[in-house]
């Protein structure tokens, strides 16, 4: 299945059967720009042979670890996260200069006629020694980029720096659209999980719209905490 919105990215295997799009509640997915130029990626029903597969492994950070839940080892990448059962994978891209090797999103529902999520997360990597400066960069894109409608860039606050030692950083943004109807949320946060890992900088961020009609259809904030806390170098 392929989805759109104001924005659309790329995903790197052979391409797919067109299929309904599928917008993200607040605005779309996320942009991910390659060279500058936005193109489309296809969300696979089925295995992606060219993605990293998920680990099948049952280690966790969580004391009580969720047999249901996906543990996700992303070798290329360089992190270990977790994400709810009912997300998909949506295999990778690029979002600027940062390497994108997985993405996962929430469960997908229909509204006046188009399918929806409410959630994506996403981990990729690069070349850096500023952990904080990688995360900010991909936030700060995914909000630019991602909920710009008709030209007016959102209203963003942050970023919020959670924790910050120079090898571990995690912050978040807050989004607000200038836009909205019955589809679509009024707001999103931003979050992000960055790691020194030798030359490079490992990223994850989950970016979840929040409130609206459909907020159920995704994350709770335990399980917002849950994939977040869950992010570590495996």
């Given at each position: 299945?392929?989805?759109?919105?104001?924005?659309?990215?790329?995903?790197?295997?052979?391409?797919?059967?067109?299929?309904?799009?599928?917008?993200?509640?607040?605005?779309?997915?996320?942009?991910?720009?390659?060279?500058?130029?936005?193109?489309?990626?296809?969300?696979?029903?089925?295995?992606?042979?060219?993605?990293?597969?998920?680990?099948?492994?049952?280690?966790?950070?969580?004391?009580?670890?969720?047999?249901?839940?996906?543990?996700?080892?992303?070798?290329?990448?360089?992190?270990?996260?977790?994400?709810?059962?009912?997300?998909?994978?949506?295999?990778?891209?690029?979002?600027?200069?940062?390497?994108?090797?997985?993405?996962?999103?929430?469960?997908?529902?229909?509204?006046?006629?188009?399918?929806?999520?409410?959630?994506?997360?996403?981990?990729?990597?690069?070349?850096?020694?500023?952990?904080?400066?990688?995360?900010?960069?991909?936030?700060?894109?995914?909000?630019?980029?991602?909920?710009?409608?008709?030209?007016?860039?959102?209203?963003?606050?942050?970023?919020?720096?959670?924790?910050?030692?120079?090898?571990?950083?995690?912050?978040?943004?807050?989004?607000?659209?200038?836009?909205?109807?019955?589809?679509?949320?009024?707001?999103?946060?931003?979050?992000?999980?960055?790691?020194?890992?030798?030359?490079?900088v490992s990223v994850f961020a989950l970016n979840v719209a929040e409130g609206g009609p459909h907020v159920?259809?995704?994350?709770?904030?335990?399980?917002?905490?849950?994939?977040?806390?869950?992010?570590?170098?495996?």
């Open positions: 299945m392929s989805y759109t919105g104001l924005g659309v990215y790329q995903q790197q295997p052979p391409k797919r059967p067109n299929r309904a799009p599928l917008w993200i509640a607040l605005a779309v997915v996320v942009v991910l720009v390659v060279g500058g130029v936005v193109t489309a990626i296809a969300m696979n029903s089925g295995d992606d042979p060219a993605a990293p597969r998920p680990s099948t492994s049952a280690s966790s950070t969580s004391s009580t670890p969720d047999p249901d839940w996906q543990p996700v080892d992303d070798s290329q990448a360089g992190l270990f996260y977790e994400v709810p059962p009912s997300w998909k994978s949506t295999g990778g891209g690029a979002s600027g200069r940062i390497r994108l090797t997985t993405s996962y999103v929430s469960r997908p529902f229909t509204c006046q006629g188009r399918s929806m999520i409410q959630a994506q997360s996403m981990a990729g990597s690069v070349i850096d020694d500023d952990a904080e400066g990688v995360a900010t960069e991909l936030v700060k894109r995914i909000a630019a980029d991602g909920y710009t409608i008709a030209d007016v860039p959102p209203e963003v606050t942050g970023p919020t720096v959670e924790t910050g030692d120079g090898e571990v950083v995690r912050l978040s943004v807050e989004v607000t659209t200038k836009s909205a109807n019955a589809c679509y949320a009024p707001k999103a946060t931003i979050s992000a999980v960055a790691l020194r890992n030798g030359p490079k159920a259809e995704g994350p709770s904030e335990d399980d917002v905490r849950r994939i977040l806390e869950s992010v570590r170098l495996p």
